[in-house]
């Protein structure tokens, strides 16, 4: 019986060993589907969203396509534009001017610019100042720093604008100076030695201006020296400037002429009349007498 | 008998330590991969977010697209004012 028992033992151990394999197996598969499971739920997960992802970025490259072709023709047309005005080497020194060292890179559009040096062109642009005062405004002239705050205010641009020009032209126009007034009611009288072109400098504009102003009050010889307006007596007998090329005020407002100014001599013209030939009624009118011929409307107005 | 004696320490010293430690491997490789999915999902989740933005690239082009017409028409504007340079 012994060899039977040592059987049985021996295969009971056997079982329990392959039971005890099997139980293991079972264990940790088990787990390894828990964890496949969870793997499968958030695989799920991401494919909802990648698939979102795909469609919020489908329409993305065409429509940055589109912006970038855009500002390509902004950029060119912008270039262009300089360039066609300024001159290809004043454009790459004004870009320099305002950005230092941008003039290195050049035009994008124009590659032989990267070899053109630039020019130094600070905040005064002769070209430029010309163009706005053919333009019929006052150049802004160096009222600009590159590095101080923006000249222009946006929500109040004309006003912003104004301060580039001269500030007693946009804020107290009515300081201006009043144009000059000539002739014998003239505010103001010099005497004919002091009258030689511009003004005569007074204390104000001498101390503005400088001392050598003064030379040009001290370089006209007075009358009492022998001046031109000095009297004839003590002029030299054949002076080379008389009156008749200087001129001279009467002085008075008695007319110079015996008959005097005749007003009413206007409204006795006859050229409305009387201008013209007399023309045949007959007569074929010939092209080359249509300027001499009185306008229909001058004889109804004279009627 | 003493070979099946023996078969049966084989059995427990060496086969099911291989299993168990076979089984513990896969469990752990499984078990690893759920925290790197999740990631994944929360990244993908907040990169579609992100993404909500792109229909506003329509308004930006049309923006874009009209102020390249205004700067055409300054510029021409400019074209027709200064002279071109000599």
Redesign the interface.
Known sequence: MA?VL??EA??I??IV??A??VA??VV??L??IV??R??TK??D??IA??G??VE??A??NG??T??NE??D??VD??EG?L?????MT?AVGLVDGLYAGAGAAGFRSFPESKNIKAPRIGEVYTKGTL?LAR?GREAPIAVGNPAGPALRDVQRGSLAARLLYPEGRQTRPEALPRSPVIGTEAPVLYPPSEQRGGTTPDDEEVAEKGPWTEVAAEGIVPAELGGSDAPRDQLAEDPQLGSPVLGETTGSEEPATEGGIDPSAGDEADATTDAGPELPESAEPDLKDAAAARRQADVESAE | MTLWWIGNVVLFVVVTPVVVYLLHGVFTAARSIVPSVEKIARTAAAGSTDLDATALLLTTRDQVTETVAGVANYGGSLDVILDDAR
């Open positions: 060899p040592a059987v021996a295969g151990i056997t060993a392959v005890l394999i293991l197996l940790y598969l787990a390894v964890q496949l969870k793997i958030g695989l997960e991401v969203h990648v979102e992802i919020k970025s329409p993305v429509v940055v589109t912006i855009q500002l023709a902004g047309l912008l534009l360039v066609k005005k300024a001159g004043d163009t333009l």
